[in-house]
């Protein structure tokens, strides 16, 4: 076989995969982004308590204001960071429409293993103690609130409280001063 005849061959190899491909491409495609916007959800769902959330229609990245299909806001997500005992805990805090929390989920932290971990909700459901609290509830018992410390991780746990606090405060304050929220997600009703 020439040179030229096994140039044209492989051509029409490449041809058929890249084709090939393309068709594979188009028919996952939407199947993809529907796992991705789920993957993304499902922490919203967690901090919100709220599974309808998990059809949230617009962004799925905090910060949000979360509205159901009426325009009335329902909840407010975004993301808040500590200083733990390893570096940056980034916390994500989900507010109902009465200013009280609804969740707090470590989304990523490098916290002692066994110790300073309980705060991810694979390990332990300390940080599930902040569900329904107001901000005036958000402290250590030690400080007169009502979240125990992590007992070995004072350290974390006084960041992660500290944090949630400092958070509520800058979302009092956003809330305060704007007349109207704009809806960044809805869900239906």
């Not at 140039?7 to 393309?22: I, P």
């Not at 350290?155 to 960044?184: I, K, Q």
């Amino acid at each position: 076989m020439s040179v030229v005849a096994t140039a044209w061959r492989l051509g029409e190899l490449g041809a058929v995969a890249a084709a090939a491909l393309a068709g594979v491409d188009a028919f996952t495609h939407a199947r993809i982004e529907a796992n991705e916007h789920r993957v993304t959800l499902r922490p919203l769902v967690d901090v919100t308590g709220d599974a309808r959330v998990a059809n949230l229609r617009g962004p799925s990245v905090p910060p949000l204001t979360i509205c159901s299909a009426s325009g009335t806001p329902l909840y407010r997500v975004f993301v808040h960071t500590a200083s733990g005992y390893a570096g940056r805990i980034r916390l994500l805090i989900g507010l109902d429409a009465a200013n009280r929390l609804t969740g707090v989920r470590a989304v990523s932290h490098r916290e002692t293993t066994g110790i300073g971990d309980a705060i991810d909700t694979a390990r332990s459901s300390w940080i599930l103690r902040f569900n329904g609290l107001s901000a005036d509830d958000v402290a250590l018992t030690a400080d007169g609130g009502r979240i125990d410390a992590i007992s070995g991780a004072s350290v974390t746990s006084r960041a992660v409280v500290e944090s949630v606090r400092g958070a509520l405060a800058v979302a009092s304050s956003d809330a305060a001063g704007a007349p109207a929220r704009n809806c960044s997600g809805v869900i239906d009703e």
